[in-house]
């Protein structure tokens, strides 16, 4: 387990490293017909020259600050530690809404320790909102704190998100059974954004079949810090492979699981 006194130097160090990437991102999204862009391993899974520029700003800090945590980045993989802590980093979620002009992408800056998310970090430039929570210190969103909903699948919208690592049929049963529920839902490009306005009471809840690690913890510590629940994510040598992803509001948490086939999934 970390320790306060370390759990607050990282926090403080992942606040202003958020709003430092979130300006280099953003002047990047200003001038995005310019970038560089890549495919990676499918034609919707994108990487442009700001994803890697500010992943680089954000683990070369970490790096001087904290040189004995691990660090998981999307663009940049893994990079051993001894400290237990391993952070993990995605420099711009959602660069499909990015590289499109839409305002649904953000910074994500997480770290865990063996028992779970310690903190999460969660900025989104495009309307200066800075999501930050610690394990045992509550949610904050601009500095005010939040709390998920209070209510069940059908109090509000909730969140969903898939990708190429999992079929178009699997996808649309699970969309079926969620619609039979009654529940309303939405897609936006950002899993990490999702989670951060699970924390914030906007939407009910956030699922997704396989997620990264870099997507979904700095979103989970969010979540649990809210008074949310959340699937457990593996760890150790499982967290570098994708894995379901389920984050709610309590009264929401056991019908989603169920419907989407985590009922016997342990939590976090």
């Known amino acids: 387990m970390t320790g306060t006194i370390m759990t607050e130097s990282r926090l403080d160090t992942a606040t202003e490293l958020a ?12 001038n995005r017909e310019e970038l560089l ?18 992943e680089t700003l954000i683990r070369d800090r970490l790096n001087r600050s904290f040189p004995l945590d691990a660090q998981l980045g999307e663009e940049h993989g893994l990079s051993e530690g001894s400290s237990g802590v391993t952070w993990v980093i995605d420099p711009i979620d959602g660069t499909a809404p990015y590289l499109n002009g839409l305002p649904g992408w953000c910074v994500s800056i997480g770290a865990c320790d063996e028992d779970g998310p310690i903190l999460g970090v969660i900025y989104v430039p495009v309307l200066n ?31 969903v998100g898939a990708n190429d690592r999992v079929s178009s049929e699997r996808v649309g049963r699970m969309l079926a059974e969620l619609s039979e529920a009654g529940a309303g839902w939405v897609r936006y490009g950002s ?17 997704e079949p396989r997620m990264s690690a870099w997507d979904c913890l700095a979103g989970y510590c969010l979540i649990q810090e ?43």
């Open 19 to 30: 709003r430092r990437a979130g300006k280099l991102a953003l002047a990047y999204f200003e």
């Open 37 to 54: 862009v890549r495919q990676k391993r499918h034609v919707t899974d994108l990487v442009s020259q700001a994803d890697l520029e500010v």
């Open 129 to 159: 909102e800075l999501f930050i929570a610690a394990r045992g210190q509550g949610a904050t969103l601009n500095g005010k704190p939040v709390r998920a909903l209070d209510g069940d699948l059908r109090s509000g919208l909730l969140g």
């Open 191 to 207: 899993g990490a954004l999702m989670l951060a306005w699970v924390a914030a009471g906007r939407l009910t809840g956030y699922v």
């Open 226 to 268: 809210a008074g949310g629940r959340v699937l457990a994510f593996p760890n150790g040598p499982g967290l570098t492979a994708p894995a379901p992803v389920l984050g709610a509001c309590a009264g929401a948490y056991a019908e989603l699981a169920s419907i989407c086939g985590f009922g016997q999934s342990p939590e976090w």
